[in-house]
């Protein structure tokens, strides 16, 4: 079995490629003053990145943190989401994924959540 690893990290850092491994942009939006050359993304997949109406009702304040995840994870099990998550997963499983982000706190985002589900396969 092939042990693989998902990293979480800003789109705005440099690229790693020691260990970053697949590129994956997981923002709906590309993000501002960064370049497609900078960024070195190899993969944007929307399908996976969290809705519009989600991402707008999360930073408005109206929820919580447990709450979004949940509305995320249910948005992941629509079919389109769905098949794109295996795509990633098979990504995983053939070495190094590095999803990005352009939010201030990775650790604490919707990537992570996704990084989570692609961990635990």
Do not use: I
């Amino acid at each position: 079995m092939t042990v693989s690893t998902v990293r979480v990290r800003r789109v705005h850092d440099a690229p790693d490629p020691g260990a970053d491994g697949v590129r994956v942009l997981v923002d709906r939006l590309w993000p501002r003053g960064v370049s497609k050359a900078a960024a070195a993304v190899d993969r944007w997949p929307k399908a996976v990145t969290p809705s519009t109406e989600l991402r707008k009702w999360f930073h408005s304040g109206a929820g919580t943190a447990a709450e979004f995840r949940a509305r995320y994870e249910a948005e992941l099990a629509a079919p389109e989401a769905g098949a794109e998550l295996d795509r990633l997963r098979a990504l995983v499983a053939a070495g190094p994924v590095t999803l990005l982000t352009a939010v201030r706190d990775p650790g604490s985002s919707h990537a992570a959540v996704l990084a989570e589900l692609l961990r635990a396969g």
